[in-house]
């Protein structure tokens, strides 16, 4: 297995909808937000200033990540939109594409990030405590299942 972490364009749309999709529907349902982000990613993230990363194996999309410009006046971006292939579940996809964000976000001057997860995702909240992000209170969210924000600050 060769990962290869590339920059995304609207080639990747269809897989960025439908791993993000997967994953949301096998846990949760999806909600508003999801379908303005999924459905539009051009508009909703990159052009607003945000990035959206897509890894690669032997050319084929197996998981995505977004890197969203923040509403949150504290932060510089929120890590959104992780998601991975099941069948690559346990590679180190995932770890690979967040340090492949957090690095984009310091590219880009970033001093701070967060993420809104659930619980439930145990790898993913795992992955997140291993990368050095930190509970924190009091950041709204427009999901219903996020019960746990993170920051990472640089």
């Known amino acids: 297995m060769s990962i290869k972490i590339i920059d995304y364009n609207s080639n990747y749309s269809r897989a960025f909808k439908e791993l993000n999709r ?76 967040a340090n492949a964000v957090i690095e984009k976000a310091k590219e880009h001057n970033a001093k701070s990030i967060y993420l809104e997860s659930n619980t439930i995702l145990k790898p993913a909240i795992n992955l997140y405590r291993k990368l050095g992000f930190k509970e924190v209170h009091g950041l709204v969210s427009p999901y219903e299942r996020s019960n746990i924000k993170m920051e990472l600050l640089f």
Not at 42 to 65: R, S, T, W
């Open 22 to 97: 997967e994953w949301i529907e096998t846990y949760f349902i999806m909600e508003a937000a999801d379908y303005k982000a999924l459905d539009n990613p051009e508009e909703y993230i990159i052009d607003k200033g945000g990035f959206i990363l897509v890894a690669l194996n032997d050319n084929a999309p197996v998981g995505v990540c977004a890197l969203m410009k923040s509403t949150e006046e504290k932060y510089d971006y929120e890590l959104a939109k992780m998601a991975v292939a099941p069948k690559f579940h346990g590679k180190g996809i995932g770890n690979i594409l």
